[in-house]
């Protein structure tokens, strides 16, 4: 008894922390199980069989698949363009001192601390007043790529500032121009902060709901069709979608993190090597 | 010259973006908000009223958002430091498969995560059946009630909590906490002294990130809530898409970032803003 209590006593911090991830992970798995349910009626809530028929199905919905097709054509759009002009953003943070960086670094966090509502409505109320922009697809892709940019700068940037500066003057003694130098020392030293930047911009694109709420007109996205489906009852091929976007991301996110490494490698002839090594891509986003 | 230049190209288009659609539609939400007239007919008139009136009508919403909030910081607090200690102390070669955890949820979609809450809250759900048996669920009802709400929100803005401190803690040198215990500091003596101050950047920024998303989020509300347990953001959101009194909205958007930004500026103030801005612009 006496050593069981001091064993429990030990190791009470990661008891508490075990119980912390079952509480994190039960909804995904309840989301999963409930991915093979077979509801009696409208309403995926209680369990009452074991089914494979949607996931055989899992495209069979319609309006589904065009919301998904739409988020992903979102997504991708949304991310390309915030990659770029936030990793844009980031090397002139990092590298240069210039008049009016303290207000770009402003500009960069405040997005970060205002709630989604209140960007949502400021849009709409621009978008209303202003009267040129029809609310769809352009509004829902100014909207993300608007909420997208600062977390690509944040994550970009923390990869410019472990950065060895030492590597492009190298190249240049070599002779390389300052193109050249970009394309083949900086660029790919730098690439796993872009890539994750960008896995993280495309996650914060397809999840969002509360800002696409506001600007999306008569356009649905996936997590809007959800929503709207949450009245009448949502079916179980939106479980299986979700599981199948879980799975997609969990195998992107494994390439990032082997990227990461690999290129951990490629520089690791520095001693001092140090920069956050082996936390994957989105973990080292959020910091 | 051409270095004098240099920054202001590659910040151009970022910049432009944030400006045009960031920094103009606050001005636009804020002209709206002194906007009088009925739905049609708008116009600007420097109604001041809107807000009075909004905030007479709606303060209980708006009181209530903070108070849950609050609460969903101070429990993700609780729940995410140990964890986070633990990956970064503890794990061993089980910490990236927990970090993978921590971040896992955020690949399933935000309101799927918290649709399964209903399903697992629900009156037939064992778990509610286990709260009921030790008096944690009254009258064998979860859902539907403050209790869930806050739940939903702790369980959706957790990630947010740990990522940071865990990053602050990782950095942290291990020595002073050696340091502590050769100079026969208790076990509690040297968290408190040593690692939890360490770590504070962490705390700070994990609490911001926590508490912001959570006082304006209405999808827990609307979801795990009742009427009774309405947040600000569903009277935001039900005004502006549902009865089209922009006005009133827009008064009440422009009151909670204003909040919001008052907050954060005074909590910065007493524990620092390297957390927030990065370290390079202390």
């Not at chain 1, 202003?130 to 994550?155: D, K, N, P, R, Y």
């Not at chain 1, 083949?184 to 495309?202: D, K, R, S, W």
């Amino acid at each position: 008894m006496g050593g069981a209590w001091r064993w429990l006593r030990e190791h009470a911090v990661q008891i508490v922390a075990v119980l912390v991830v079952l509480y994190m992970l039960i909804p995904i798995a309840v989301i999963f199980g409930f991915s093979f349910n077979d509801p009696a009626g409208r309403y995926n809530f209680t369990w009452v069989g074991f089914t494979l028929e949607h996931w055989k199905n899992a495209f069979g919905i319609p309006e589904l698949n065009e919301a998904l097709v739409t988020s992903l054509k979102l997504a991708v759009l949304a991310t390309v363009i915030s990659t770029v002009i936030g990793t844009l953003m980031a090397l002139a943070l990092v590298r240069y001192d210039f008049f009016g960086r303290r207000a770009a670094n402003f500009l960069i966090v405040i997005p970060m601390a205002t709630p989604e509502v209140v960007m949502g409505s400021a849009l709409l109320s621009f978008f209303l007043l202003i009267g040129s922009f029809s609310l769809g697809f352009q509004t829902l892709l100014i909207a993300h790529v608007m909420f997208c940019i600062s977390f690509v700068v944040v994550v970009v940037r923390s990869r410019l500032i472990g950065f060895d500066r030492n590597l492009e003057e190298a190249a240049k003694d070599l002779g390389a121009s300052s193109f050249e130098t970009f394309r083949l020392v900086t660029l790919p030293l730098i690439m796993p902060g872009i890539f994750g930047a960008a896995m993280l911009a495309f996650a914060l694109s397809i999840d969002d709901f509360v800002i696409s709420n506001f600007n999306s007109g008569t356009t649905v996205t996936f997590p809007l069709y959800i929503f709207g489906a949450a009245q009448r009852g949502i079916p179980v091929e939106v479980n299986v979608i979700a599981m199948i976007l879980f799975f997609f991301t969990c195998a992107a996110m494994g390439f990032a993190t082997w990227q990461q490494r690999r290129a951990e490698k490629l520089t690791s002839v520095r001693p001092e090597q140090e920069a956050g090594a082996g936390v994957p891509a989105g973990a080292a986003a959020a910091t | 010259m051409r270095r004098r230049v240099a920054p202001y190209f590659l910040l151009g288009p970022g910049a432009a973006w944030l400006l045009l659609f960031f920094v103009i539609p606050l001005y636009y939400l804020g002209k709206l908000s002194l906007n009088s007239g009925v739905f049609g007919s708008y116009e600007f008139s420097w109604h001041w009223e809107n807000y009075s009136d909004a905030l007479k009508l709606y303060d209980t919403q708006f009181v209530r958002s903070f108070v849950y909030a609050g609460l969903a910081t101070l429990f993700s607090l609780l729940l995410a430091y140990p964890l986070a200690y633990t990956i970064a102390f503890k794990a061993g070669r089980w910490r990236n498969v927990l970090l993978f955890a921590v971040v896992a949820p955020f690949f399933t979609t935000y309101l799927i995560r918290t649709l399964a809450w209903e399903t697992i809250l629900s009156d037939q759900s064992p778990v509610v059946s286990v709260l009921d048996a030790v008096g944690l669920a009254p009258e064998g009802h979860v859902l539907a009630t403050a209790g869930a709400v806050i739940a939903g929100l702790t369980y959706n803005f957790l990630p947010f909590m740990v990522l940071p401190i865990y990053a602050s803690l990782e950095r942290l040198d291990v020595r002073l906490i050696e340091a502590g215990k050769d100079l026969y500091a208790s076990a509690s003596q040297t968290f408190f002294r040593v690692t939890l101050p360490l770590s504070a950047p962490g705390v700070v920024a994990g609490t911001l990130l926590t508490f912001i998303p959570a006082s304006g989020d209405y999808v827990n509300a609307q979801f795990l809530g009742s009427a009774n347990n309405q947040m600000i953001g569903n009277v935001i959101q039900s005004l502006y898409l549902k009865q089209s009194d922009y006005p009133a909205a827009a008064a009440l958007s422009f009151v909670l970032m204003a909040a919001i930004l008052i907050l954060v500026l005074v909590y910065i103030r007493f524990a620092g803003s390297e957390a927030l801005m990065g370290e390079e612009a202390v």
